[in-house]
């Protein structure tokens, strides 16, 4: 938006300041002596000593009409009132003003007071000792002569002006018809004007300073000839300007001071440049002759209003144009200054009249068009560059920011500054690439194009560079509402990025329906050339704020959204607009990168991943080095470690679904995909308990059973009475049926036999932990998958910790995403379960199972002990074991206590041994052992289960109600026919042992026939297998 003040430019200071404070640089030099009044008056007496001197004007002979003077009234006057258009018939229709698009504005006309009896000009400007004397007739007004109207403009006292008429009177008449350019007006002003012409000899010694400092601009400071410094004249010349410094110098005849001045004066004056004619130099170097010449263009302009041009600036500019031999200008020169004047007139009148800088563009043309001829000489070429490169200066600095300086209102300013950019950027680089005539000329300011001018390259960078800093201000102040310089502590960066593009969306509409009208005079499609710049800035945001993000959430998911809307919206607009010029606006669209917002939100949620499954991975390697498998607590019978790696899972689920990203099932399978082997880790961690096999008894070597062995002997010799045997066990080796089992010793302390503790141990508890903790995983695993399967479909899900207000159909989809995971977790309980069964029965349980069942015979150790300490140890399972884990628990207890049972009928060892008649003892308490087991808890194992996994024990204990020869035959049969060797009598082979023991097994048949208690067996292994004896 542009403001309005008036404001003054100053020609005598290095910059100026326009309407908006910014500077504005003066193009020609530096002149710090002399101030604007100097020049002013300066210049009105170059041009009054011209002007009158002038061939025609005055008299035939063209010189000056001395009586014509002395009669009151310039010669001058006359002729301009007859033929210059002064006077009445002054022509008002400006050939100048309508060639630069002015309009006649024409005020007033200007009149002066005139006496009726007398032809004489009566003043109409007093001061400096110039007043009216009585009047000796009636007054009458009649319209200014071009000569008074400039006296008027440049603001010169009729007192000043007689001065200068006097002085000028007695130069012409003394040397006789002296050019004006041969005339050194300053000297001769000094030789003929006394203090007594002024009011007082403060004003004349203001005034002959003056006259001594135009003289040293122009002979010493700014020649047009070079001047050696040690010139002699040069030295005196300088000596009497400095004596004239404290008090004003003798200009009598006899002065000596006089005589100096004017033979130095005169020597430095009419020294040659080598170009013959008869030419006094002394006020045509650069830049005194632009200053002096500017104060008379300058006068084209209505002091009642500034922004007026006068329509007398024809006949003006044609007395002006006389000159032009003093100043050492020309044509060229001229319409470069007077480019240049109409330019600062726009500029210190507030940039109000369009029409200023209108015509600026149109002297431009003829500037142009002159920039190109051959014949320019080196003092035209400094004061283009000077001029030229200041207006490009101002217009762009305008440009590169026009958002900031042009608003809705004044927006048709911006084409006139915009056509006075591109045309002065034109005529300098044409110049400059064939001629480089910026070298030197203006070394603080490296012009914009130096080297090959398009307009449409300028276009893009003045659009470029404005967009830029709009959007930098809107991004910074948040459009006004806050200073940058105020950190707000409460604002969410999401929500400044969402709040930033909208604005961006409103400044492209802006730009489009406001700024690219104009500019697509000179550009095919600046729409294009703005969205992809606003597209760029928002982007180097965006790309900024991601890397600073430390997760993805539903936030950073909508500014990305919101960034591809923005997108979309830009590339449309863009397309519309530039349906005239595709090809340029194609060329201009691919300087755009696309955003790629979906692909950064995939990478940022595979990035979210990675950094759960990290944490995942950091749980279980704590869990691995310092879970210790006690219980959480008494309600939650498991691990902490998988409590918070299931916690993890879970609520990694929950924020994946919460996030608001469509087309997510291939996350959704990576996620499931590292989970599963998370869990899949830490399930073979808690399965890394050993193997049953390690707590398995080794199988002792086959021996024969010996009735007089010495073991038996001493047992015998140990329960001679039979004590703490039921009564009822009497007998038993004759076949009968205790109702009660012995206990045996080491089966309980004190009263232990009626109570007895649990036995045990704390490693076996700690199994059941990791029981407990496997059954966890497993259930929160299928409520996990049960949610993945549930939000994983095509397009946005929604969260689900989300209440739906509306039921959604979806299809039935099972859960199946962690199958490996689940299909490991089942794995690992069983063998946890087998390892804990193997370690309960053959460790904890071994005194009272393995270690003492049958030992000395099945009378005197039978198996009620044996079952009050197992019943007792199901109910700490039953007590420590959650509900899902107590039934395969029990069940590989109960096959770990028949593989027990087993044992001791098939490998007993040398302290047991076996008669025909035992055979239904060991079935009643096989019996026993399996009523254990159908009655554990509320039918953990049904009595089918129990029945199944009996047979094949029960088939092996049916081998020993065989008789020996009948155990003999049916052995070698066995052994034989696995040999190959057929039913062959000759020789019987050894069997393998195998481990799977059943009653069509010959190493099971064999096993049996070593613990068979007779002699029938005893002579048949010695005789087939030579065995030894038991010791």
Request: net charge neutral; with cysteine; charged share 25%.
């Amino acid at each position: 938006m542009v403001r309005r003040r008036p404001s003054g430019v100053s020609p005598f200071v290095a910059e100026e300041t326009d309407e908006e404070g910014a500077a504005l640089e003066w193009p020609f030099g530096r002149l710090d002596d002399l101030t604007r009044d100097d020049f002013r008056a300066a210049a009105y007496e170059i041009f009054f000593t011209a002007f009158r001197s002038a061939p025609g004007i005055g008299s035939r002979s063209g010189n000056y009409d001395a009586s014509a003077d002395q009669a009151g009234r310039s010669p001058a006057s006359s002729h301009i009132a007859a033929g210059a258009g002064g006077g009445a018939n002054m022509s008002v229709n400006s050939r100048i003003k309508k060639s630069l698009g002015l309009r006649t504005r024409r005020a007033a006309p200007m009149r002066v007071m005139s006496h009726l009896s007398s032809p004489a000009m009566s003043p109409a400007m007093g001061g400096g000792g110039g007043t009216l004397g009585p009047s000796s007739g009636k007054l009458r007004q009649r319209p200014m002569t071009s000569a008074e109207i400039m006296r008027q403009q440049l603001g010169i006292t009729e007192h000043r002006d007689n001065c200068l008429r006097k002085t000028l009177v007695r130069t012409v008449v003394g040397q006789g018809g002296k050019k004006a350019e041969t005339i050194i007006l300053p000297l001769e002003l000094l030789r003929h004007l006394k203090p007594s012409d002024f009011s007082d000899m403060n004003e004349y010694h203001h005034w002959q300073r003056r006259q001594l400092k135009i003289l040293e601009a122009g002979l010493l400071l700014h020649p047009s000839v070079p001047l050696d410094r040690m010139n002699s004249a040069a030295i005196r010349f300088a000596e009497v300007i400095r004596s004239s410094a404290a008090k004003p110098i003798d200009t009598g005849k006899n002065s000596e001071a006089m005589r100096t001045l004017c033979n130095s004066v005169m020597a430095l004056a009419w020294r040659s440049n080598g170009v013959p004619g008869e030419v006094c130099h002394w006020a045509d170097g650069y830049p005194l002759n632009v200053y002096l010449y500017l104060a008379l263009l300058r006068s084209v302009f209505d002091r009642r209003d500034e922004t007026v041009v006068l329509d007398e600036v024809d006949e003006l500019l044609e007395l002006i144009k006389k000159t032009w031999s003093t100043f050492g200008i020309n044509r060229m020169v001229h319409n470069a200054c007077f480019a240049w004047i109409l330019f600062e007139q726009y500029i210190v009148t507030g940039q109000v009249e369009p029409d200023l800088i209108s015509a600026t563009l149109a002297m431009l043309v003829e500037v142009a068009n002159d920039a190109k001829r051959q014949d320019r000489e080196p003092g035209y070429v400094r004061v283009l560059s000077a001029s030229l490169g200041t207006m490009q200066a101002w217009a762009e600095k305008r440009l590169l920011e026009y958002h900031e300086w042009y608003d809705k209102g004044t927006v048709g300013v911006m084409e006139n500054v915009l056509g006075l950019a591109l045309l002065t950027s034109q005529i300098l680089s044409e110049d400059a690439s064939s001629n480089g005539i910026n070298a030197g000329v203006i070394p603080q300011r490296t012009p914009l194009f130096p080297t090959k001018f398009s307009s449409i390259s300028c276009v893009e960078q003045y659009v470029r560079s404005s967009l830029k800093s709009a959007f930098t201000k809107v991004f910074e102040n948040g459009n006004g509402k806050f200073d940058s310089m105020v950190v707000e502590v409460d604002e969410d960066p999401n929500d400044t990025l969402v709040h930033l593009a909208k604005e961006v969306e409103s400044l492209a509409v802006f730009e489009k329906e406001n700024y690219s009208c104009i500019l697509k005079r000179w550009h095919p499609v600046p729409v294009a050339v703005s969205l992809v710049t606003l597209h760029t800035c928002y982007g180097i945001v965006l790309k900024q704020h991601l890397s600073r993000i430390e997760g993805l959430t539903n936030e950073v998911v909508r500014v990305l959204h919101i960034a591809g809307k923005l997108e979309k919206m830009l590339v449309q607009m863009a397309v519309e607009e530039s349906a005239d010029a595709e090809a340029e606006a194609k060329m201009i669209l691919r300087e755009m990168v696309p955003y790629e917002v979906d692909s950064i939100i995939v990478s940022l949620l595979r990035n979210w991943i990675d950094e759960r499954l990290r944490m995942g991975r950091e749980c279980v390697t704590r869990a691995k080095d310092t879970e210790s498998w006690n219980p959480k607590s008494k309600t939650e019978p498991y691990a902490q470690s998988a409590v918070d790696l299931m916690k993890l899972a879970k609520v990694t689920v929950d924020e994946f679904f919460e996030i608001q990203v469509g087309g997510r099932d291939d996350l959704a399978q990576t996620l499931a995909e590292g989970l599963d082997s998370l869990i899949q880790d830490y399930t073979s961690f808690v399965a890394s308990c050993g193997s049953k096999q390690s707590y398995s008894p080794a199988l002792p070597p086959l021996t024969r059973c010996n009735q007089d062995s010495m073991m038996l002997l001493l047992w015998k010799a140990a329960t001679p009475c039979k004590a703490g045997i039921d009564p009822g066990l009497i007998g038993c080796k004759s076949g009968m049926k205790p109702n009660l089992l012995p206990v045996r010793k080491g089966a309980g302390a004190g009263d232990g036999t009626t109570h007895p503790r649990p036995t045990v141990s704390r490693g076996t508890q700690r199994l059941y932990v990791r029981l407990n903790t496997l059954h966890y995983l497993l259930g929160l695993l299928h409520s996990i998958d049960k949610s993945l399967s549930f939000f994983s479909r095509p397009g946005p899900s929604p969260s689900p910790r989300t209440p739906r207000r509306t039921p959604l159909r979806r299809r039935a989809v099972g859960p199946t995403h962690f199958d490996l995971a689940r299909s490991a977790i089942h794995s690992a309980i069983l063998h946890v379960a087998e390892v804990a069964a193997h370690r309960l029965i053959f460790l904890d349980s071994a005194p009272s199972f393995y270690d003492s069942l049958y030992v000395g015979g099945v009378g005197e150790s039978r198996i009620r002990p044996t079952l009050r300490s197992l019943k007792q140890n199901l109910s700490l399972l039953v007590t420590v074991l959650s509900d899902r884990a107590q039934p395969l628990a029990v069940r590989e207890i109960m096959k770990a206590s028949f593989e027990a049972f087993l044992l001791v009928v098939l490998a007993g060892g040398p302290a047991r041994a076996f008669y025909h008649s035992d055979y239904g003892m060991v079935m009643e308490d096989l019996a026993n052992l399996k009523r254990i087991f159908c009655t554990c808890g509320e039918g953990l194992v049904t009595e089918e289960v129990v029945q199944k996994e009996a047979a094949g024990l029960e088939g092996v204990v049916a081998l020993m109600s065989l008789q020996t020869e009948k155990l003999v035959e049916d052995f070698t049969i066995m052994a034989c026919e696995a040999s190959g060797l057929g039913r062959s009598m000759e020789r019987v082979p050894m069997p393998p042992t195998t481990g799977r023991w059943s009653r069509t097994d010959a190493n099971t048949v064999l096993r049996v026939l070593c613990h068979r208690n007779d002699d029938a067996a005893n002579r048949f292994l010695k005789k087939a297998f030579d065995l030894p004896k038991r010791k």
